[in-house]
């Protein structure tokens, strides 16, 4: 199970059917019909949805996400429309948000979600939506300072030494919880991601960061100062977990010619290029 970071929270009844295919009527929840792929060539725009502050994959207009995504639009002859938002309280308010309903502010759904888990209990839970085209492998890490710290096989090693960490992350839920709680009061949580806690360690203001691979790897990647390796933590997922995207759940046609895209992308060895420029070492999913 994917546990999510930090996620933060009325109701609007009028609606019609835009450009995005949003249907709502007044006392009912609003459903996103998916738009035809013809008509979405028509509108000659891709909506895509990117979480907001989430480097390296998007962070201030750019990032892996964002060059992804032109990648999609682009290959569909379309222009690109991204739709940035800030991440709920959990994975499914996400989905329903921004993939098969919208927003109760009035914003969303749009044609794709980015940066979707591919977990099987997310999957089921949310039968409105088509999850599909992974196109990464994400993991939880550590990243060490190799002069204080030359090898690391168990969290004890870290005793007493300052830990840098996103306290709303999975690496900070893991870390706060490793040997019954024994590591908390050494642990640096104020950081809003793992690139944040990745800093603090190239500062040297930590003796190591827990983070995702992706977050430590985009700050520290070809340091020799710094190793980056798995988190040894029982509780982690030992292989990670596959990354991709989610549509509405009769978006087929739309769905099959993303899943293309990132296909060939990946063949023609352009989705690494995207990770490498972003300085994370691409995982297959």
Partial sequence: MIVDGARRRFLRC????????V??????????????????????????????DMPPFHAAGAG??????????GALGVRLTLLPFNADD?????????????????????????????????????????FFAPYFRERV??????ERVRRLETLSQLAGQPVAVAGQSLAGWLMLGA??????????TQHKHGAQAAQALARGDVVAAAGLASELESVLRG?????ISPLPS?????????????????????????????????????????????NVSWQAA
């Fill in 14 to 21: 009028i609606g019609a059917i835009g450009a995005t295919g």
């Fill in 23 to 52: 249907v709502a009527v007044c006392g009912a929840p609003r459903i996103a019909v998916a738009t035809p792929l013809s008509r979405l060539r028509e509108r000659g725009a891709l909506a895509v949805s990117l979480y907001n």
């Fill in 64 to 73: 892996v996400d964002v060059e992804l995504a032109r990648a999609l639009a």
């Fill in 90 to 130: 959990n994975m499914s308010d996400d989905l329903r948000n921004m993939v098969w309903r919208g927003h109760y502010l009035g914003y969303g759904p749009a044609d794709v979600l980015l940066h979707v888990p591919l977990d099987r209990p997310l999957i089921e839970h949310n039968p409105r939506v088509r």
């Fill in 141 to 146: 890490m550590i990243a060490r300072r190799v």
């Fill in 179 to 188: 040997d019954g709680g024994a590591y908390r009061g050494q642990l640096d």
């Fill in 223 to 227: 340091d020799a100062r710094f190793e």
């Fill in 234 to 278: 029982p509780r982690a997922p030992a292989g990670g977990w596959a990354v991709g995207m989610a549509v509405k759940r009769d978006a087929v046609e739309l769905s099959e010619a993303l899943a293309k895209t990132v296909n060939d992308t990946r063949s023609s060895g352009r989705l690494q290029q995207i990770f490498e420029r972003a």
